[in-house]
T-cell receptor
Framework: DVKVTQSSRYLVKRTGEKVFLECVQDMDHENMFWYRQDPGLGLRLIYFSYDVKMKEKGDIPEGYSVSREKKERFSLILESASTNQTSMYLC?????????????FGEGSRLTVL | GENVEQHPSTLSVQEGDSAVIKCTYSDSASNYFPWYKQELGKGPQLIIDIRSNVGEKKDQRIAVTLNKTAKHFSLHITETQPEDSAVYFCAAGLGSGTYKYIFGTGTRLKVLA
């Protein structure tokens, strides 16, 4: 059974803190994604990695960075958290590159920045 | 830029009735259109998808139709059941050579028993 695991379901952080969101997939997928989900805005792509050590900016990369040192793990980093980064963060993975194919999502990490 | 509009934002139907959710995309190069269902507390899960060389696809009680000329695609759920209650997202995959899916803003479907 395919699985994408996000390390933290709920986090509360202070403004200015550095935040790490971890995602691990067990499907040997090449592609991994970080999305942000906000009411009325749908899912917006923050960063994408098509392979180990590879990354590309999505639609809203400002204030975020990512790391992919191993194929199964994709980390989202908020260098200095701000209140406008309070949101639900979803990690996803997909087999291969290209413009089709099922995204497998984790259950999400709800971040609150005070 | 690329955009996917999704309507309605909320939809309530009686159990057993049909539900229709509509999406319109802006990029004519889009050629892949998946639909995801997100249940409470879970991540989205693919329920059906369609490619641009097909006009309609059906899987049991769900179907998707695509009108490339109008740049419009729809999800149809027949004989709705309480377990169909969820948030549904449409998406459009841009042309070949890119990884990007543009998601709609979501529709919260409530099936009333």
């Amino acid at each position: 059974d395919v699985k994408v695991t996000q390390s933290s379901r709920y986090l509360v952080k202070r403004t200015g803190e550095k935040v790490f969101l971890e995602c691990v997939q067990d499907m040997d997928h090449e592609n991994m994604f970080w999305y942000r989900q906000d009411p009325g805005l749908g899912l917006r792509l923050i960063y994408f990695s098509y392979d180990v050590k590879m990354k590309e900016k999505g639609d809203i990369p400002e204030g975020y960075s990512v790391s992919r040192e191993k194929k199964e793990r994709f980390s989202l980093i908020l260098e200095s958290a701000s209140t406008n980064q309070t949101s639900m963060y979803l990690c996803a993975s997909r087999y291969r590159s290209g413009n089709t194919g099922e995204l497998f999502f984790g259950e999400g990490s709800r971040l609150t920045v005070l | 830029g690329e955009n996917v509009e999704q309507h309605p934002s909320t939809l309530s139907v009686q159990e057993g009735d049909s539900a229709v959710i509509k999406c319109t995309y802006s990029d004519s190069a889009s050629n892949y259109f998946p639909w995801y269902k997100q249940e409470l507390g879970k991540g989205p899960q693919l329920i059906i998808d369609i490619r641009s060389n097909v006009g309609e696809k059906k899987d049991q009680r769900i179907a998707v139709t695509l009108n490339k000329t109008a740049k419009h695609f729809s999800l149809h759920i027949t004989e709705t059941q309480p377990e169909d209650s969820a948030v549904y997202f449409c998406a459009a995959g841009l042309g070949s050579g890119t990884y990007k899916y543009i998601f709609g803003t979501g529709t919260r479907l409530k099936v009333l028993a």
